[in-house]
T-cell receptor, first 113, second 114 residues
Framework: DTGVSQNPRHKITKRGQNVTFRCDPI?????LYWYRQTLGQGPEFLTY????????KSRLLSDRFSAERPKGSFSTLEIQRTEQGDSAMYLC???????????FGPGTRLTVL | SQQGEEDPQALSIQEGENATMNCSYK?????LQWYRQNSGRGLVHLIL?????REKHSGRLRVTLDTSKKSSSLLITASRAADTASYFC??????????????FGKGTLLTVNP
């Protein structure tokens, strides 16, 4: 059984650079979520896909953030022109239709210098 | 924004003791879930309780829910060193299209000393 995977696990970048993260959900899950977690806080919702459709975005997701889920399988989260405030753990989760339990990946830790 | 607050923020106990963590939330919910996070890693789902349930058990875990007080508690019995982790409560409420987006509290850091 393969769980949710995320790549890369760690990313260090300089301010102003673009970064892209990938999430591979559990294969039979049609829902995919992105969350952001900063030190000492719980995860905060960023965006949600059902199959390939992006159905909800948080106000936290500024214009510099974009997420895609082509073909309803893996998803990418891109941050353009990174800022130091973007430094955080980015978590991906997936779930089945009608099931509230979410299964999380290990996260991608982003450090913006 | 954070929906809930866990209490206490940190808890240190000896192996074999019970650990109780509390969670309060602000708005009406459909479900409340508890997750565990080991240092710097992803979250692991522990247990879910629906808004029409009052108590639920799973192994060494016992969860209670009081919707009138908008609060929940997680009890871990006979704790082990491997239970050392951060514990988060998360609530969900329908948001169009049955989106179960989760709203988390800040978590309780549990340390179980051998």
């Amino acid at each position: 059984d393969t769980g949710v995977s995320q790549n890369p696990r760690h990313k260090i970048t300089k301010r102003g650079q673009n970064v892209t993260f990938r999430c591979d959900p559990i294969s039979e899950h049609n829902r995919l979520y992105w969350y952001r977690q900063t030190l000492g806080q719980g995860p905060e919702f960023l965006t949600y896909f059902q199959n390939e459709a992006q159905l909800e975005k948080s106000r936290l997701l500024s214009d510099r953030f974009s997420a895609e889920r082509p073909k309803g399988s893996f998803s990418t989260l891109e941050i353009q022109r990174t800022e130091q405030g973007d430094s955080a753990m980015y978590l991906c989760a997936s779930s089945n239709s009608g099931r509230p339990e979410q299964f999380f990946g290990p996260g991608t830790r982003l450090t913006v210098l | 924004s954070q929906q809930g607050e866990e209490d206490p923020q940190a808890l240190s106990i000896q192996e074999g003791e019970n650990a109780t963590m509390n969670c309060s939330y602000k708005t009406s919910i459909n479900n409340l879930q508890w997750y565990r996070q080991n240092s710097g890693r992803g979250l692991v789902h522990l247990i879910l309780i629906r808004s029409n349930e009052r108590e639920k058990h799973s192994g060494r875990l016992r969860v209670t829910l009081d919707t009138s007080k908008k609060s929940s508690s997680l009890l871990i019995t006979a704790s082990r060193a491997a239970d050392t982790a951060s514990y988060f409560c998360a609530t969900d409420s329908y948001s169009g299209g049955s989106n179960y987006k989760l709203t988390f509290g800040k978590g309780t850091l549990l340390t179980v000393n051998p």
